[in-house]
């Protein structure tokens, strides 16, 4: 069995899980654009690319200023992953939200106005909502602790598949409950490239079934919650959760709390038998009762996936339809 190599992210909580680094062949993040509220970074690799943009002290902005900006950050994105007509395809997003849980005004909290001002530029790039279904990649979106507003993409040279789970509603058609404008994001990507071959690109996944969350505050019941979700976006018909835990490789787990992180450290190791690297980041999550959140990446099925391919979409891609 592969040694599990665990690493705690302190120092840099927003940087990219190793697999990302790797698949960039080590290539170096540079500023591309550099402005008083926006830097925007960038990373090239032999067949794909990797933008990162901040926007600085975030946590000040609130309500539509805080809507506007995400939205602008999410075209910062889509400019550079079209900057030279290479690489145009986004298969994986990740968010970092300052004081994502708080509320704003009225029912609405941070998370809810970043989903209104993703969900606006993301409309834009696929020319409408309608395209969501067929078009969308894997997403994490949560709370570093930090000030600053991160949203990155890693970007490739051939469109991915959007992939969602059986046991919860896909996010994007979530009820008004979570917000005026839902969540876009797929539960998973699954990539065809030369050197990660076939992967699946698993989002932030966590104790959630349909769109209620599960357990709240029960670390041990969300833990099995979640491997369960884990094990229905990796798994084909009729493979058991252990066969499908087994097709992980690398995790990244986000941990609420401190006196959590042993336990779902240890519940982890029992459960991905396979797991070459773990990843454990202290975050906040979306939801104030959710106390874990796990992404990662698996072997992808190669047909007859069980939790529910989506048919691609004829739809242009970002490059296209923004030009």
């Known amino acids: 069995m592969t040694d599990l190599r665990r690493q705690t992210t302190s120092g840099r909580p927003t940087a990219p899980p190793n697999w990302v680094r790797r698949w960039l062949n080590d290539a170096p993040l540079q500023c591309v654009v550099q402005q008083s509220d926006l830097v925007v970074e960038r990373a090239d690799g032999p067949d794909a690319r990797f933008v990162q943009v901040t926007v600085p002290c975030a946590a000040e902005l609130a309500g539509l200023t805080l809507q506007r900006c995400v939205t602008r950050a999410y075209t910062a994105l889509g400019e550079q992953i079209r900057q030279d007509g290479q690489v145009c395809w986004p298969v994986r997003f990740w968010n970092y939200v300052p004081d994502i849980q708080q509320q704003d005004g009225g029912n609405l909290n941070r998370y809810m106005i970043f989903n209104a001002g993703r969900w606006g530029a993301l ?28 949203v990155q993409v890693l970007a490739a040279t051939e469109p991915g598949e959007p992939v969602e789970n059986a046991r919860q509603l896909p996010a994007y058609r979530y009820s008004a409950r979570y917000g005026p404008l839902p969540p876009c994001f797929a539960r998973a990507t699954v990539v065809n490239d030369a050197l990660m071959d076939r992967w699946m690109l698993v989002s932030g996944t966590a104790s959630v079934v349909g769109e209620a969350s599960r357990h709240p505050c029960d670390i041990h019941a969300q833990l099995r919650e979640t491997f369960a979700n884990l094990a229905t976006l990796a798994a084909p018909a009729g493979t058991t959760p252990e066969e499908a835990h087994g097709r992980y490789r690398s995790l990244r787990a986000y941990v609420t709390r401190k006196s959590d992180v042993p336990v779902v450290e240890a519940a982890v190791r029992r459960t991905f038998h396979a797991l070459e690297e ?5 975050a906040d999550l ?22 529910g391919r989506a048919r691609r979409s004829t739809s242009p891609s970002p490059v296209e339809s923004a030009q």
């Open 286 to 307: 979306c939801r104030p009762e959710l106390l874990v959140e796990i992404e990662g990446v698996a072997e992808a099925v190669r047909s007859g996936h069980a939790a």
């Open 123 to 150: 409309a834009e790039w696929y020319g409408n909502d309608t395209a969501f279904g067929s078009n969308l990649a894997a997403a994490t979106a949560l709370d570093v602790r930090s000030k600053h507003l991160v």
């Open 278 to 282: 773990l990843e454990i980041v202290p």
